[in-house]
């Protein structure tokens, strides 16, 4: 099986994003939507779960803003990520043991209602990112429109609208430009 996988891309370590099969992009779509969901089945008990679970969401908005400026921008994937600013239309596809290792530490770190709130700020991120690059938005409301011609501005010019599911970040952290 990990040849066939190998052979597919799905193990690539040169970057896996760009060079992997579409199917490895779609799979996040069932995988992480499935675990949320049963974990919020298994372990959802009160109101301070749901309160757990949104600031896990609120904490991958914070995480997948500095990811993106600085592990994306600036220390290990610069080149690779530029091809996304490059080819947004293209799918970006990570090895398929990468999403997970990732997650096996926020899980081993984070409260089981906090890291369900993580795994859906992930599929917000991954919906929002995908409609943003790969869906006609002329039908659809101005703000989103607006909002893509926001995150647009970040693909044209380096250093500035690093949040793909919030900007909140960028206001904080003075990286906001006006598209």
């Known amino acids: ?3 066939r996988l190998r052979a597919m891309g799905a193990l690539a ?4 994003a760009f060079a992997s099969p579409n199917w490895l992009y779609w799979l996040d779509y069932a995988t992480y939507p499935a675990l949320a969901i049963w974990l919020a089945m298994t372990d959802c008990r009160s109101l301070s779960w749901i309160a757990a679970a949104f600031a896990g969401l609120m904490l991958f908005t914070f ?3 500095w990811a993106h ?3 994306l921008h600036r220390i290990l994937y610069h080149q690779r990520h530029q091809r996304h600013h490059t080819h947004p239309a293209e799918y970006v596809v990570f090895p398929i043991w990468y999403l997970p290792a990732i997650f096996a530490a926020f899980f081993v770190a984070l409260p089981l209602a906090v890291f369900t709130g993580f795994i859906v700020g ?3 991120f991954h919906s929002w990112h995908h ?3 790969h869906v006609d938005l002329t039908r659809w409301p101005r703000f989103v429109q607006r909002y893509a011609l926001w995150h647009f501005e970040h693909h044209r010019i380096d250093g500035c609208n690093f949040g793909i599911t919030v900007p909140v ?3 904080v952290f003075r990286s906001y430009r006006r598209a």
Do not use: K, P, T
């Open 69 to 71: 400026r600085l592990l």
């Open 63 to 65: 995480v997948e803003y």
């Open 131 to 133: 409609v943003l690059h």
């Open 1 to 3: 099986m990990l040849a």
């Open 13 to 16: 370590l040169h970057g896996g």
């Open 122 to 124: 992930y599929i917000w």
């Open 169 to 171: 970040w960028d206001f």
